[in-house]
């Protein structure tokens, strides 16, 4: 079964704090993203890949940063966690063309900043 | 600021009856259309796509796109209480690197 994980399903951190959210798939999807999912605000992309080193800015890219030094795993990067960053991060992946294939996402990862 | 515009509900329906699901977008230039379902607590999952104009079938789904309207539906037939969940309506922008989601409709079905 083809998948998209994400490494924690909840997680709680410090205000303060470099936090690093993790996703992996195993489809060899070329494109790769990150959204954070808010109650009456829905999915806003934070940053998206389309290949290995390639990163480009979403709507919301503020405060967070990414890395994809492997085809398989993209990772977001929250340099300095602040309180209005607690939100569901979910990860998604797509074949390039992704007119043609849609989303595959991750469970996501109920952050917590306290 | 490109827009996917849903009702957010909740639209309540009885089992067995049809849920009707409506979707409008801006960009005109958009080719490729989603429907995605989320349950509560978990992540979205693709459950139709459609690129053309007119209808397309899957089992109880079909979904409905009307590019001159720039309007996409989507119709859940004999509907039962596991089609609960919010209904998230996708558009790929002109670009065609970024999905642009709507709020999504929350669906509820009675038994």
């Known amino acids: 079964d083809v998948k998209v994980t994400q490494s924690s399903r909840y997680l709680v951190k410090r205000t303060g704090e470099k936090v690093f959210l993790e996703c992996v798939q195993d489809?060899?999807?070329?494109?790769m993203f990150w959204y954070r999912q808010d109650p009456g605000l829905g999915l806003r992309l934070i940053y998206f890949?389309?290949?290995?080193?390639?990163?480009e800015k979403g709507d919301i890219p503020e405060g967070y940063s990414v890395s994809r030094e492997k085809k398989e795993r993209f990772s977001l990067i929250l340099e300095s966690a602040s309180t209005n960053q607690t939100s569901m991060y979910l990860c998604?992946?797509?074949?390039?063309?992704?007119?043609?294939?849609?989303?595959?996402f991750g469970s996501g990862t109920r952050l917590t900043v306290v | 600021q490109k827009e996917v515009e849903q009702n957010s509900g909740p639209l309540s329906v009885p089992e067995g009856a049809i849920a009707s699901l409506n979707c409008t977008y801006s960009?005109?230039?958009?080719?490729?259309f989603f429907w995605y379902r989320q349950y509560s607590g978990k992540s979205p999952e693709l459950i139709m796509s459609?690129?053309?104009?007119g209808d397309k079938e899957d089992g109880r789904f079909t979904a409905q796109l009307n590019k001159a309207s720039q309007y996409v539906s989507l119709l859940i037939r004999d509907s039962q209480p596991s089609d609960s969940a919010t209904y998230l309506c996708?558009?790929?922008?002109?670009?065609?690197?970024?999905?642009?989601f709507g709020a999504g409709t929350r669906l509820f079905v009675k038994a």
């Open positions: 890949s389309y290949d290995v080193k390639m990163k």
């Open positions: 996708a558009v790929i922008d002109t670009g065609g690197f970024k999905t642009i």
């Open positions: 998604a992946s797509s074949k390039q063309g992704a007119g043609d294939y849609g989303y595959t």
């Open positions: 459609i690129y053309s104009n």
């Open positions: 489809m060899d999807h070329e494109n």
């Open positions: 960009d005109r230039g958009s080719q490729s």
